[in-house]
């Protein structure tokens, strides 16, 4: 067998690893039955989902609402940070980046139980807004690292051809490191979006009454039964996402064309 066979094999082997699971899921959404054993096709469970699970959508609106906020808010915070640090030096660059990091290698439950312990200090009331900022301080590295990374690979030669020619530092930053850094943008605020929405553990911990997050919410509810209609739920999610990528694709090819 030649390399290139066993390269396509154990590229097959892990594409249905990853994707397997997802396509059992779609096929059982259309399962008559609540448990997992097969019991006819239906759309019993897509109908239930809209028109009778106030409490799901309503947990999932908390959930997308907090991953749009909280995306946005570090995706801005964190592409500022990255040009900073590749831009212009200082004597604590080394440190500062060493410590955005740590966030990336931490265990969540460390994460969580110290941003706990912060609202406690400082008395902040557990609820939508504590959510929030625990979220941005989860997400702020993560788009921090891939704009970075994006910079890494910018000849800064253009910048000091764009200073001769005359252009403020607000211009190079607007008219040059932005445009040259909106892949990384975009895969940056995509990813904090999707660590948002997927997030449990640190929002178990600073969550309120009134701030069910979709994860936390079917945490409560698995404990009973896990919900059916979370199976079409699901089904849109997948489709949304897939959407979403395609799109956040095509706007950066019309980028890369402009």
Do not use: C
């Amino acid at each position: 067998m030649t390399q290139p066979k066993v390269s396509k094999i154990v590229f097959w082997i892990t594409v249905g690893f990853l994707f397997l699971p997802l396509l059992v899921l779609v096929v059982y959404s259309f399962n008559e039955s609540k448990g997992m054993m097969w019991s006819g096709f239906s759309l019993r469970w897509y109908v239930k989902l809209f028109t009778d699970a106030d409490a799901l959508w309503r947990a999932f609106g908390y959930s997308l609402f907090i991953a749009l906020t909280s995306a946005s808010v570090a995706t801005a915070i964190g592409s500022l940070g990255a040009v900073g640090l590749v831009w212009y030096q200082f004597k604590t660059k080394n440190f500062i980046q060493a410590v955005s990091f740590m966030p990336l290698i931490l265990p969540e439950i460390i994460i969580g139980v110290s941003i706990l312990a912060f609202f406690s200090m400082i008395r902040l009331p557990l609820g939508l807004f504590s959510v929030f900022v625990a979220h941005v301080s989860l997400t702020l590295p993560f788009v921090l690292l891939m704009v970075q990374a994006r910079l890494d690979e910018f000849d800064f030669s253009i910048i000091e051809a764009a200073r001769d020619l005359g252009a403020k530092e607000w211009q190079i930053l607007v008219k040059v490191l932005i445009p040259i850094a909106t892949p990384g943008i975009i895969a940056g605020f995509l990813t904090a979006m999707t660590l948002s929405l997927e997030d449990f553990v640190v929002t178990f911990f600073v969550a309120g009454p009134g701030s069910t997050t979709l994860p936390v919410y079917l945490f409560s509810a698995i404990k009973r039964t896990v919900p059916p209609e979370i199976r079409p739920l699901s089904v849109v999610l997948i489709l949304s996402t897939i959407g979403i990528v395609w799109g956040a694709r095509g706007f950066v090819k019309y980028i890369a064309r402009k």
